[in-house]
């Protein structure tokens, strides 16, 4: 079998099983997270596609001033530093906390890397068939 489609396939399955994670946490933010306003006090940028992974502040239900940073990133960016924004945590655990909305939530995102990830494995695996054939 050639190094391509191994790479494809591999490549698939992460991005399959990145998607449901993204989807799921996505998923249960909307459901039972705590949403609440907050401020965008820094953004970070990481590799070189540049995603940005905004770092929020917001005071939880409870009183308590939580400063974080969100685990899901986006390019572009939709937020700037000093920007208000609604947030949403996890109330067991506030420093989990996303963009409110549709995008920053990230099931959207889980979505669009699911069907990226299925279309690479099945072409991947058309390919490899093929080739065995």
Do not use: C
């Not at 506030?94 to 995102?109: E, N, Y």
């Amino acid at each position: 079998m050639s190094i391509v489609p191994l790479f494809g396939i591999v490549f698939g399955v992460v991005s399959i099983g990145a998607s449901i994670h993204d989807i799921i946490v996505g998923q249960r933010l909307r459901r039972h997270g705590i949403r609440v306003p907050g401020v965008v006090v820094g953004l970070r940028r990481a590799g070189r596609n540049g995603v940005y992974y905004p770092t929020l502040q917001f005071q939880t239900v409870q009183g308590s001033v939580v400063k974080t940073e969100s685990d899901l990133g986006l390019k572009p960016s939709p937020v700037r530093p000093g920007q208000q924004v609604m947030v949403v945590y996890a109330p067991e655990r506030p420093q989990h906390v996303r963009l409110d909305g549709a995008g920053g939530t990230g099931v959207i995102h889980g979505v669009l890397f699911l069907v990226v990830g299925a279309v690479a494995l099945v072409v991947s695996l058309v390919f490899a068939v093929s080739s065995w054939l």
